[in-house]
Nanobody
């Protein structure tokens, strides 16, 4: 089994920046064979949506709403996934979740194929 723990959320004014992190722990073989990983977010009353995903070969995909502002990255040595968020807008306010799964191609931006989930970290952007 794999546990994912997010950190780094908080409150920021519009135009500001935040970096959220997701540390993976647990069975080392399960972590090693992890394929697609990504960040999802869910605002109150809305469905969970994909923000950015990356496969084990470093292929990236971003939601149109965050392209040019957000950057997803991985540090395999630390088993940690990051999301750097710049030029934040009020509409970026949501609970941000880290997710991981074993599919390793055409990483989906929908949550259904991801096996592991963190507990979420809140990001609040005030205008």
């Amino acid at each position: 089994q794999v546990q994912l723990v997010e950190s780094g959320g908080g409150s920021v004014q519009a135009g500001g920046s935040l970096r959220v992190s997701c540390a993976a722990s647990g069975d080392i073989y399960s972590i090693y064979y992890m394929g697609c990983m990504g960040w999802f977010r869910q605002a109150p009353g809305k469905e969970r949506e994909g923000v950015a995903v990356v496969d084990s070969n470093g292929r990236l995909k971003y939601a149109d709403s965050v392209k040019g502002r957000f950057t997803i990255s991985k540090d395999n040595a630390k088993n940690t996934l990051y999301l750097e968020m710049n030029s934040l807008k009020a509409e970026d306010t949501a609970m941000y979740y880290c997710a991981g799964g074993y599919r390793d191609y055409e990483c989906p931006m929908t949550p259904y194929e991801y096996r592991y989930w963190g507990q979420g970290t809140q990001v609040t952007v005030s205008s």
